[in-house]
């Protein structure tokens, strides 16, 4: 089966980093195009980013483009999530989540596997 696990998150102060990863078993990442969501309590489920496994090729929602950066490494099979100037409104728990086509309204599909979440809380 296919197996997602997230890590990374924590607690840092606004204008802070992290990095986030996702290590995918089951399957290789070329096969399948990752996405990153997040949920704060009270709030929907919004997509962050999405990485094609094609090209590499890569999408952002409009609240977090210029600060965060998706990378992958097919090697480890592995997704990152760099996370830059992090606001207190960044503050959710964070999933990634495998896409069997491309990016195409990923923040509105559903995906064929999901992670368990990690925390992440931007907080001074």
């Known amino acids: 089966q296919l197996q997602l696990v997230e890590s990374g998150g924590g607690l840092v102060q606004p204008g802070g980093s992290l990095r986030l990863s996702c290590a995918a078993s089951?399957?290789?990442?070329?096969?399948?195009?990752i996405a990153w969501f997040r949920q704060a309590p009270g709030k929907e489920r919004e997509g962050v980013s999405c990485?094609?496994?094609?090209?590499?090729?890569?999408y952002y929602a409009d609240s977090v483009k210029g600060r965060f950066t998706i990378s992958r490494d097919n090697a480890v099979n592995t997704v990152y999530l760099q996370m830059n100037s992090l606001k207190p409104e960044d503050t959710a728990v964070y999933y990634c989540?495998?896409?069997?086509?491309?990016?195409?309204?990923?923040?509105?599909?559903?995906?064929?596997?999901w992670g368990q979440g990690t925390q992440v809380t931007v907080s001074s």
């Open positions: 989540a495998a896409l069997d086509v491309g990016c195409s309204n990923y923040h509105i599909r559903r995906p064929r596997s």
């Open positions: 990485i094609k496994s094609t090209d590499g090729s890569t």
């Open positions: 089951g399957f290789t990442l070329d096969s399948y195009a």
